[in-house]
Each structure stands twice: as C-alpha cells, then as structure tokens.
C-alpha cells in the first residue's frame, strides 16, 4: 500500500520552526545562532527587554519575568559546572534579583520590577560570558550533538517514501560528518566537534528546504503525533514537583498543540499535525525547565 501524503508543500517559516523546536542547543549563546536558526520567538535566551508595549503594565511584567526565569534555567547548567568564581556569583545575584522582581510584582510595584528582572537578566549574561564559550563545555557539546541527532532523524521521517536520490544522498553526508563530529567529542576535541555538529545542523536546515515539495506522508505525522502523546504520558510523571506559573502556562499550551495537532491528523493536514506535536514536545521540555528552576529556587 502506498502511503498516504498530505499535497501541501512546506513552508519556509515552516522548514525553520521545526529545525529550531528539533535543535535548539545552540541557543544557549545569542551569538552562536544565525537569525534564520534562532528558536521560536518568545522562547529563546534573551536579555535585554522584551517588545510588549501594547501590553497591560501586570502582563508585560509578567512576562519580562517569565523571560528571564527561563534565561536563569537554561544557564544554571552550565554555570554550574564553571570554574569562575565570578560566574557563580553573578548567577547567585541573577536569582537574587530575580526573586526580589517577583516579590515586587507581586506587591503591584511594576517599575521596580521591570528594573530588578532586567538586572538579572544582565547578571545571566555576564555569567555565561563568565563561564566561557559553550564550545568548552562537554555538556554543552553532548547536548548538541543530541539535538542534531534528533535533527537528522526528523528529516529522515520526511524524506522516507518520497525523497530523491539526491536529498537522500545529502542526509547520507550529513550523518557522516555527525559520526565525525562524535567521534572528535569522544576524542576530546570539544571546539571541533561543537563545530562540526553545528555544519551538520545548518546543513540539515538546506536539506528541509530543499524538500520544500516533498509532500508529508500520514505515517511521519502518525508517528510524530504518537512521539508527542508519549512524552505528555511521560511528562505528567517525571515533571518536578515544584509548581510555577509558568510551568503550568506552558503545560496548557502543550495540550492545546496536543489537541491541535490531533484535529489536524484526523483532517488529513498532515504538515500542520507534525509542527503541532514538535510545539507539544518543546512546550513540555520548557515546563520541565521551569520547574527545576522553581525548585531548585525554594531549596
């Protein structure tokens, strides 16, 4: 039996959303990601204020807030395992400052709030600019080549059944120079293989515009609707006990993608079902994130 292919081609906006929700590691240094390969707006490392001025005062606090608390979870790692001293303290007055910002919207004291959640914000910077490039970090590197592992393997899902001899011949490439990229972190070479990870990363960007007429097949989608049930099944028992506000907005957001994307399923749009069960996946690791920093914060 055939299978069966949704007859809408890909997006550009589409090509670039789902290779940032499939490989966001390079996202932890603004400077080491190139603007078409940032992740999706709102949910990157970001430290200066954010563009919400049509906003009520309350929710564009809350969400300078909300920004921050997920710079302060995403740099906690690898400050953590910095040497600097000055690193780990700018990470302390960065949580400091950011608790003090919450007090204080909490007690409706918006302008102080903004001020306190910015300072923190700057203290995060300095305290990755502290620990170093993230290319010196092995957890770091490990981390992105995983996530380029992940890369590979979602382009692999939509070229199965209708890729050209060249695309796949591309891919080929591509996962040879990610077993190179491997074998030089095995090695030690941390600089090399950060390197050649990202080449295979941007590579894997060209590779999905190129499949821009590929149609998607209903068993990619399937399986990404499947994937995404599982880890919202996983994520209700692994997610940490601490509670936040947002936490529990980015839980709502992964179920309404989770309803999304099965209502897509069943009216055969397959390109929106599979976009919306990658937005389930990274909507989930970023509630998982928020709650290890709330608790990591009341310990």
Request: glycine letters at 6%.
């Amino acid at each position: 039996m055939r299978p069966h292919y949704a007859r809408t081609p890909f997006s550009p906006l589409f090509v670039a959303g789902f290779l940032a929700l499939a490989a966001p590691a390079f996202a932890h240094s603004p400077r080491a990601v190139r603007p078409e390969l940032a992740p999706v707006p709102g949910h990157e490392p970001y430290y200066g204020p954010q563009s919400s001025a049509t906003l009520p005062e309350p929710e564009r606090v809350t969400r300078e807030i909300s920004v921050t608390d997920h710079a302060i979870a995403t740099s906690e790692g690898r400050v953590s395992r910095a040497t600097s001293e000055k690193a780990h303290s700018d990470y302390r007055n960065a949580r400091l400052r950011q608790n003090e910002a919450k007090d204080a919207c909490g007690q409706s004291f918006y302008a102080r709030a903004t001020r306190l959640t910015l300072e923190a914000r700057a203290y995060v910077k300095s305290a990755l600019i502290q620990a170093g490039p993230p290319e010196n970090d092995p957890a770091v590197v490990a981390r992105a080549i995983s996530q380029t592992d992940d890369a590979l393997g979602r382009s692999r899902e939509i070229l199965e059944g209708g890729g050209t001899p060249r695309l796949n011949g591309m891919y080929e490439d591509l996962r040879k120079q990610q077993e190179d990229a491997r074998r030089m972190y095995k090695n030690g070479a941390l600089r090399d293989a950060y390197a050649g990870t990202k080449e295979v990363r941007n590579g894997v960007l060209d590779l999905l515009r190129q499949c821009a007429d590929l149609p998607v097949s209903r068993e990619t989608a399937r399986k990404a609707l499947r994937r995404a049930e599982r880890v919202t099944a996983q994520s209700k028992r692994e997610i940490g006990p601490k509670d936040s506000p947002e936490s529990r907005e980015l839980e709502r957001e992964a179920e309404q993608q989770l309803a999304r994307a099965r209502s897509s399923f069943e009216k055969e749009s397959y390109q929106d079902a599979l976009l919306h069960a990658k937005l389930v996946e990274r909507h989930l690791q970023r509630a998982m994130e928020a709650r290890r920093l709330a608790t990591n914060q009341s310990e």
